[in-house]
């Protein structure tokens, strides 16, 4: 029963909420998306390709740390939300699911880059620095030898060559030497595992640790190609990239640009770019990365490990 009611604060219009998403360019990677994982699924082999039936893209500024796209597929009209909504919690595809933002994936040879930067900016290495990729690591044989697929490459390489051919012999070796520890300090660095700072609920990301209850001493070396526990969301992954374009400048990622009012449309709130954390280079360290980045996206090889 209502004893009574009083109205203690009249009540005022909000302000409309700016995001850095550009609506045109938001659509154009949502059908680029969508485009590219049916491509996959029509034109490649078993375990090539053809499996892919969901995936994520983010795209920043780099020189904001604003979000520009954040694309998800499978995804769901907006507009048949309420009317579609049984269908779209029962579907298997899961296109409820925020995988930009929540999904958490193994990186792969994405992370390679990382390891490099630790290695370099540890002085564990040194841009001419090589080591021999005999296609078999030996360091723990006989009991383990995992192997490298070498693409395009065999014998010694350097951080750039390691990277143009994504050795896992070069990073296997560089990461054990450089130790689990300091490659997390510098993946957090560059904004994996940690949060970005976007507004919306992200999940936090896991890199391997000595800590880990499954933890052996082929973690070591497994996490340096991508693999053991690591896992991040594409937002990470976004950052991260980013965050080396920079040359080790970390933005606070996120999707609100400002604030305006309601009435006039007059911008009243501006957000500006802030810087979360910088990764300090006398060596020439981020130029020899992105260096060896470059060539392996002009060379056209996998990533696969």
Do not use: W
Not at 63 to 74: D, M, Y
Not at 205 to 230: F, H, K, M, P, W
Not at 261 to 269: K, R, V, W
């Amino acid at each position: 029963v209502i004893q009574s009611s009083a109205i203690s604060k009249a009540p005022e219009p909000g302000r409309t909420v700016m995001l850095t998403v550009n609506k045109e360019f938001q659509q154009r990677v949502d059908a680029a998306l969508e485009s590219y994982i049916l491509t996959l699924q029509q034109t490649k082999g078993e375990n090539q390709g053809r499996e892919a039936n969901a995936g994520a893209v983010v795209v920043i500024d780099v020189k904001t740390g604003g979000i520009l796209a954040a694309s998800n597929f499978p995804s769901y009209d907006l507009n048949l939300y309420n009317s579609h909504y049984s269908d779209y919690a029962s579907d298997p595809a899961l296109p409820l699911y925020d995988r930009a933002f929540q999904g958490l994936y193994a990186p792969g040879s994405t992370y390679k880059p990382s390891v490099a930067l630790a290695g370099l900016l540890n002085g564990i290495v040194d841009v001419q620095d090589r080591v021999d990729c005999t296609g078999r690591y030996m360091y723990y044989a006989p009991s383990y030898t995992p192997r490298c697929q070498q693409y395009g490459h065999s014998g010694p390489v350097n951080v750039v060559t390691a990277l143009q051919h994504s050795c896992n012999i070069y990073f296997y070796d560089v990461g054990r030497r450089a130790t689990l520890e300091k490659c997390a300090e510098v993946a957090r660095a560059l904004g994996l595992g940690t949060a970005t700072g976007v507004e919306v609920g992200e999940a936090g990301g896991r890199l391997t640790s000595t800590e880990d209850s499954n933890y052996t001493v082929s973690l070591d070396i497994q996490s340096a190609i991508g693999q053991g526990n690591n896992a991040f969301t594409p937002v990470q992954l976004a950052t991260y990239a980013a965050t080396i374009a920079n040359k080790g400048v970390r933005y606070r990622t996120h999707l609100v640009q400002g604030f305006l009012d309601t009435n006039t449309g007059e911008m009243l709130e501006q957000v500006e770019p802030q810087v979360e954390q910088v990764l300090e280079d006398g060596i020439g360290a981020f130029d020899a990365v992105e260096q060896g980045m470059v060539l392996m996206a002009q060379g056209n090889y996998t990533l696969a490990n």
